[in-house]
């Protein structure tokens, strides 16, 4: 009996594990929409906090930085192929405090995410079209818009 138990609660967690499958390793969303990285570091049950990005990409980026100057060249990484187009000539044998990874780990996914909301701004652009949906509300209304409020207001 204790092992039917067992299993039925076995069967709906991998479920929801199989729903749960993360894009990119070492990278979770925030509740509010903001993508952060993180990674543990070896031997230690300490993690490094790799920062906050606007970006999936950027904060996986950051994360294969630091995984990579952790792990050296054996490390699982997320984009392998921009790692070795990366690669700056750095020595695997050297050993980085957790204070100089975390900042080359943020340089990279600052520089990332900073293109990929350049990207997003020549998209919207091209197309004429705003790149989000929501207005923003810190703008000032254009002057074919207070002229319009002012018809309908007399």
């Known amino acids: 009996m204790g092992g039917g138990c067992c299993s039925r609660r076995e069967t709906p967690s991998t479920a929801e594990a199989e729903g749960k499958k993360r894009a990119y390793i070492g990278v979770r969303m925030r509740k509010w929409g903001k993508w952060v990285a993180e990674i543990r570091e070896p031997n230690k049950r ?3 906090w790799l920062g906050s990005y606007s970006s999936p990409v950027a904060a996986a980026r950051a994360y294969d930085t630091a ?11 997320n984009f392998p192929e921009e790692m070795v187009a990366d690669a700056a ?3 695997d044998d050297m050993a980085l405090s ?3 990874i975390r900042k080359k780990a943020a340089e990279v996914g600052a520089r990332v995410d900073a293109l990929q909301q350049q990207k997003q701004q020549q998209a919207s652009s091209i197309s ?6 929501r207005p923003d509300l810190n703008q000032k209304p254009s002057p ?7 018809l309908f207001s007399s």
């Open 89 to 91: 000539g750095g020595d």
């Open 144 to 150: 074919e818009i207070a002229e319009e409020g002012t």
């Open 128 to 133: 004429g079209t705003p790149s989000s949906s």
């Open 98 to 100: 957790a204070s100089v």
């Open 67 to 77: 995984v990579h100057l952790l792990r050296g060249s054996s490390a699982r990484l």
């Open 46 to 48: 300490s993690r490094l």
